[in-house]
Each structure stands twice: as structure tokens, then as C-alpha cells.
């Protein structure tokens, strides 16, 4: 079993990729994946706009002034929010998928990193994030009906889109929680039970008290409250940006719980 | 210059399972080795760990002096796994261009897919490829590193014997420009024909470790079984031409190539008595090496 000098291979040559195997051809293809699942790009990105389309032109949302625009602006950002963290829920949640086709295995025979890996999939989910933003708001701009100053449409624009990344941790904690054959469905489901209960539909006022007391408590009452913090300028209540960090610190500890023990299984 | 592998009292338990029992394996740069033995004899659980995918409960590994995971970011290493690891939703090419934009060097992608012959599938989506035809691409993605040692984990299973010789022919060009091979199998022939080396795997421990003649040549003798009271393993290995030797009480086995010999040794030099000499083929070699006999066949003594 002595090595011939002839087929000792040289390993000098041999590197280790920067960012942990990062890349961006891997993120190109990410996107293209999540693209390519027709429900997912439907219930992300065209029912936002269909609900906008449908909820937010109301004649009386034009005219009636709120904060510093108006009602069809403020459900637009609403339904924008509610795009953006579908979109990013579903990215994360991809991770579900991967692991069930051995993907997430074979992966760990490459030089990619398992932070770079989460990385990557915050990214696509982002990507995704921001097509369904940017839909509703193109939606508003043709439909002339919600008006704010242009400032805010970029303001807020960014904030849901920066705000979704919460929603992204929370899918990646469901992917790695949950089998593959449901978890696009269930994400549904709990999307609309939780933008209901976060005021994303309806205003929360026109709850009951003890439903109101409740509500205050969903992961979606928080970041719902600051992204429309500036068309409202009504200042930022503390009590909101506590319920976003609390399910930050409960969504990606938990995302983080369930990788670990899937990879120590493996 | 380091092992390629060196795996040293390797144990893997799952649970009550102990799956890898034991296992020391050294492997040189440029070898083709196969792990042969039954399902269940731990060839993918010591590939697993070889490969940093599970911790073993004790033992070292070290792949090329490091750890495999070292080595895997480095991309000395690569396999081709039994199943699965592809994603429905890409084509074959984007496959192999996501795997291989994730290392420091890779090769192209158009010379990957020619090498594992699937050039004319490029475009078609994993999920309408065949079982052969993902294999292939398991191949290709293996490939993208260009590794030092190429670690393949049955790799033929589910192909039909078509399949499996030009995958065959396609791994022993590649082997040809002195990479190291390590494949498990199941099947004697596939060890027999593109191994240099055979490490038999049985409930976890390597029984017998050798090139493909020395597995064939202990294949290819007989064993003499006598009745001798007293007799200790020390005296038998000492008869001329013995190669591995048992004893079960009054009952004495030795294996041999020369059983002319032995059975005259033992009926002129010592009062064994009832002998007995017999024949086993290859397959019965193999099935008593790594059979689930709990009192192993008589050829589980002494080095091969």
C-alpha cells in the first residue's frame, strides 16, 4: 500500500471557495426554481394584486385623506405586505422540498457552507419578496387611486419588503419543521389566519375587545403597525417593535433548533 | 504524502445497531477499492462517515490528512450517492451548474456532461429523467471537482446490465488518470471486475481485506475438516499450505489451496481422523465471509 511518487496528487492547488461557496449563478438558479412553481407565484404575487384590484379601489378610499395620503394607499400597503410575506414563507419553506429529495444532503457534499446555505435562501426569498411588492404597487400606480408623496411610496415600499425577511425565517422554521407533501398548503392556510389577526384585512378596531387583546399578540400586528407608520405619521409605539423582535428571536431560534437537529440526523 | 482515507476503531451505533463495528481501512492515493458485502453490513454507514455525513460514536477519520468536511470544502472528495440529492424542478444542466458554481475550481459544465454521457439530456427536467439517466447526472455532478478519490455508494443499483457496463466503463477511463476509486457493492462480479482491492464488510467489521486474486484464490481452495482432540489454531496454521484455520471443540477446519497437502499432513503427522474435504465456489466464499452464519465459516482466521 506504499504511494507511488508518480500518482501522489498535489493538493497545494486545492481551495476552499470564498463566502462560505456563495454565489450568485446558485441564487440565479434559486429564483428560477421558485418562479417556475406556478401556485407559488400565483397565491405571492397575482392574489395580492387581486385583492388590491378588487378591495382597495373603492370610490370612497380615493377621496377619504389618511395620514398623509389616503385609503387605497393605505390597503395597498396592506396587500403588499400580505404578498411579500407569502412570498418570503414560501422561499424559506423551500428548504422543506429540499430535504425531502436528499437535495439538502448532497449539498453537504460541496463546499457549501450551512450559513451560506440560509443565506441564499433568505435571498431568493427576498427576490420573490420584492416581485410581489413591487406588483402591488405597480398595480397602484395604474389604477391612479392611491396617493401619497413619492417619498412614501418608496418608504414604505421598503419597509415591508426589509419587514418580510421576519416572514422568511418563519418559513424556514416550518420547512425544517414540517413534511414537504403539506407545508405549501398549511402556508396558506396560517398566512390568512395570521394577516387576518394582524389587521392586514380588516382593521383590528372593528374587532371585540378580547379579540383585539389577542390579535395584538400575531406575528403579523407588529410589522403590520410600522409599515404603515409612515403614511400615518403618527410616530412608532414600542409595543410593536417588541412583538416584531420577539417573533424574530421565536421564528429564526427555532429555524436554527430544527437545522441543527436535521443535519446532526443525517 | 497522506492516506487518501484513514479511518482508525471506527464505530457508528444507532441505538441498539451497531451498525459499524470496528473498522480500520487504510487507503492509498490511486487505489480502486470496493466494499463488498450483504445490505445491512454497514458499507453505507462507513461511507457516511468517510464523508463527514454522520459523526462516527468513536474512532478517527481522516481523508487526505483532514477532515472530510475539510476535504469536501476543498474538493478532494466527492460521491455519487444510492439515491436521491436532485431536485425535481431543474434540468440536468442547470443541475450540474448549480454544484458546480459552488466551488473554488470546478470544470466545465459542457465537458461534465459529456464525460457522464449526458450531453443530448441537458435540457430535459430531472423528474422526467430515467433511473439510469439520474445516476448519470449523480456521476456528472461527482465529476465537477475533479476529486482526488471518487466515493460511489452502489452505484449501479436499480440499472440493467447495460447500464451498469458503460457506467462501469465510464468510472474506469476516469480511474485510468490515476484517481482513487472506493465504490461499495453488493455484487461479487462488479468487486471482481474494477477493483484492484476488495474489503468484505460483515456485520460492521472488515473480515477479510485483499486484492481481487487473493479473494478469488481463497475462493478457489478447499477446506479439510477432521476430528483431532488437543488441537490449537497456533499448530494448525504451522501445516504446510494452510491459509486460515478454525477449531470447534474436536473439530478442526483449514483452509487451503493445497488440500492434497494438508489432508496428508493431518492423517500421517497427527491422529485427526473423519476427514473431510470440500469444494466452494466464489459465491459460497462470499456468502461465508459475509453470511449470516453466527458461527463463521472456517475462513475467518488468519490474513488473506
Known sequence: ???????????????????????????????????????????????????????????????????????????????????????????????????????????????????????????????????????????????????????????????????????????????????????????????????????????????????????????????????????????????WVVNVLAWLIIFAGGAIWRMRRDTGRV | MPLAVKLTGVHKNFGHVHAVNGVDLQIASGEIVAILGPNGAGKTSTIDIMLGLSRPNSGTVSVYGMQPRQAIARGLVSAVMQTGGLLKDLTVSETVEYMGSLFAHSQPVREVLSRAGITEIADRKVAKCSGGEQQRLRFALALLCDPELLVLDEPTSGMDVEGRRSFWSAIRTDAEKGRTVLFATHYLEEADAYADRIVLLRHGTVVADGTAAEIKSKAAGRTVRATLAGASEAMLQAIPGADSVEVRGETVLVHSNDSDAVARYLLTQTAAKDLEVTARGIEEAFLALTGDDPAPGAATTGAI
Open chain 1, 1 to 239: 500500500m506504499s504511494t507511488a511518487p508518480s500518482i501522489a496528487p498535489d493538493l497545494s492547488g486545492r481551495r476552499v471557495p470564498p463566502l462560505g461557496g456563495f454565489n450568485l449563478t446558485a441564487l440565479k438558479l434559486e429564483v428560477r426554481r421558485l418562479t417556475r412553481n406556478r401556485r407559488t407565484v400565483i397565491i405571492s404575487i397575482v392574489s395580492p394584486v387581486v385583492f388590491f384590484l378588487l378591495f382597495g379601489l373603492n370610490k370612497a378610499y380615493d377621496s377619504e385623506a389618511y395620514g398623509h395620503g389616503n385609503v387605497a394607499a393605505f390597503v395597498m400597503i396592506s396587500l403588499a405586505l400580505y404578498g411579500a410575506v407569502l412570498a418570503t414563507t414560501f422561499g424559506g419553506a423551500m428548504v422543506s422540498i429540499e430535504r425531502a429529495q436528499g437535495w439538502s444532503r448532497q449539498l453537504r457534499l460541496t463546499p457549501l457552507s450551512p450559513v451560506a446555505y440560509i443565506v441564499l435562501k433568505i435571498l431568493t426569498a427576498l427576490v420573490l419578496g420584492l416581485c410581489s411588492v413591487t406588483a402591488v404597487y405597480v398595480a397602484g400606480i395604474l389604477t391612479h387611486k392611491p396617493s401619497m408623496p413619492v417619498g412614501l411610496w418608496i418608504a414604505t415600499g421598503f419597509s415591508v419588503w426589509i419587514g418580510s425577511l421576519l416572514f422568511a425565517a418563519f418559513g424556514l422554521f416550518l420547512g425544517y419543521l414540517l413534511p414537504a407533501e403539506n407545508v405549501l398548503q398549511l402556508i396558506g392556510l396560517i398566512l390568512a389566519l395570521l394577516s387576518f389577526a394582524g389587521g392586514l384585512f380588516i382593521p383590528i378596531s372593528q374587532f371585540a375587545h378580547g379579540v383585539q387583546d389577542i390579535a395584538k399578540w400575531t406575528p403579523l400586528y407588529g410589522l403590520n403597525q410600522l409599515v404603515h407608520t409612515p403614511l400615518l405619521g403618527n410616530g412608532v409605539d414600542w409595543t
